[in-house]
């Protein structure tokens, strides 16, 4: 039996993917856990909004490959609760100008990071890629690379499969339409209040996607971010043999359209009959996640549509559904991730461990793993140093 007692080990703010990936790995640690959720689980009105991911291991940088490696037996794990195949290991296809340097990185420098920790992947020439991966028209110096780890993540199944597994626990409570309004710090506790009644605890896990500065503001500090409203195209095969990777092309931007694109594999989970491409960038980032639209940008989507018409081969290049997604972005050019501690002018700041902004889907499960142990130990055995950049992102108010 749960206990309905108001006081918790750690409350968790925010029932997204990282909320319910925290709650999940706390549950493991036997701490009785708080999820307030403003709205209700699997809402489509955050940064897990929609259904599929990319899980990646190129990274330029060798530290975010080893957390990609290192995130996969806590994927294996998580697959074990469910039917649901949560990464469909398409591969991941990365190409384009070799020269480009986008918010994903560099070809060149992303296959030094793999090599040096001896991850195999294959180097493509422009020919290669349009024989072996239906793209065509690609300029003659277009270089790729082909990583056969690469997956599409069945994002819903992975939140609905760590919701489910919280909700058999008898150490998580999941309240939903709980929206915290006020933080206290109470001697040695943390007072939550939402209008649903006051709860308290010795730790805050703070994990509330795009919306991180409403949490955070009750504080008195802030984040320097920025929000991006993200459009998405599914483009109906015309030939439905035909099957992609999950693949992201480096250009440099022409005018305003940023050029960037992604794309995933038609998948049984998501409109199976139709392949979803996407834009890298927005024409116009967002000042306050408030600002979210579920259309997206007219010009955004003309600029996809472009791209699919002249580069890709077996689909209708008529855009038949839509979709938006919101993120927080840190200015850094790499749009990494945040795990930090409050900054240290906010009481019991070292009781406070906040995930924000980034691209951390393909870290889910790992991700709870480690803001679990930060909360509970103050420490964990996966080095968060690089991550650890609340002393320039956040500003006291
Ligand atoms: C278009 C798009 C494409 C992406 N592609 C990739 C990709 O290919 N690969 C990858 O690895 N990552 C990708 N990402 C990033 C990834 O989706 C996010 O890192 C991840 O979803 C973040 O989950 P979260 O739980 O932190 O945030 P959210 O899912 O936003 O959850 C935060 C929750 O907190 C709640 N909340 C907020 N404020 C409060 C409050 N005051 N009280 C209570 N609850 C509150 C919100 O309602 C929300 O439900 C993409 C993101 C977008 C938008």
Redesign the pocket.
């Known amino acids: 039996m749960k206990s309905t007692n108001s006081t918790y080990d750690v409350i968790v ?7 319910q990936a925290a709650a999940y790995h706390l549950n493991k640690r036997k701490a009785k856990t708080l999820v ?4 209700t689980f699997l ?1 489509q ?6 259904v599929s ?2 899980y990646r291991i190129p990274y330029p940088d060798e530290y975010m490959v080893q957390m990609a490696l290192d995130s996969q037996p806590f994927w294996d794990e998580l697959q074990s609760h469910t039917d649901s195949t949560l990464l469909d290991k398409v591969g991941t296809l990365w190409f384009g100008d070799p020269t480009v340097q986008s918010t994903e990185g560099n070809i060149a420098e992303a296959e030094k990071a793999m090599k040096a920790l001896g991850v195999p992947y294959t180097s493509l020439t422009s020919k290669e890629i349009e024989d072996q991966y239906h793209f065509k028209n690609l300029p003659k110096d277009y270089k790729g690379l082909f990583q056969a780890d690469g997956a599409s993540i069945n994002f819903k199944a992975t939140i609905a499969t760590l919701l489910q597994a919280n909700k058999q626990s008898e150490y998580v409570n999941l309240q939903e339409e ?3 309004i006020a933080i206290k710090e109470i001697g040695d506790e943390f007072q939550i209040t939402t209008p649903k009644g006051t709860f308290t605890a010795n730790k805050l896990v703070i ?5 991180v500065d ?2 955070i503001n009750l504080l008195d500090f802030t984040i320097e971010a920025t929000y991006w409203n ?1 459009s ?1 195209a599914y483009f109906k095969k015309t030939d439905p043999s035909i099957q992609y990777p999950t693949w992201f092309v480096f250009q440099n931007a022409i005018g305003d359209n940023g050029n960037q694109f992604y794309g995933f594999p038609g998948v049984s989970w998501d409109h199976p009959e139709y392949i979803r491409v ?1 834009p890298d960038f927005v024409m116009k980032p967002l000042e306050d996640p408030k600002q979210r639209t579920p259309i997206p940008n007219p010009q955004e989507l003309a600029y996809t549509t472009e791209w699919v018409e002249n580069h890709m081969t077996g689909l209708d290049p008529k855009p038949f559904f839509t979709s938006t ?3 927080a972005l840190s200015n850094i050019p790499k749009k990494e991730l945040i795990i930090d501690f409050a900054p240290p002018y906010v009481p019991k700041h070292k009781d406070i461990v906040i ?1 924000a902004t ?5 870290f889910t499960p790992y991700l709870g793993k480690i803001l679990s142990d930060l909360a509970i130990d103050g420490h964990t055995d996966f080095d968060i140093s690089p991550f650890k950049m609340g002393d320039t992102y956040f500003k006291s108010l």
Not at 358 to 362: C, Q, R, T, V
């Open positions: 703010i925010g029932g997204g993917a990282m909320g307030l959720e403003q709205y809402n009105l955050g940064s897990s909004a929609g991911r990319q709980s929206p915290v994990v509330p996607g795009p919306y409403s949490v993200m998405s996407a997604c919101m993120v995930y980034g691209w951390a889907a393909k």
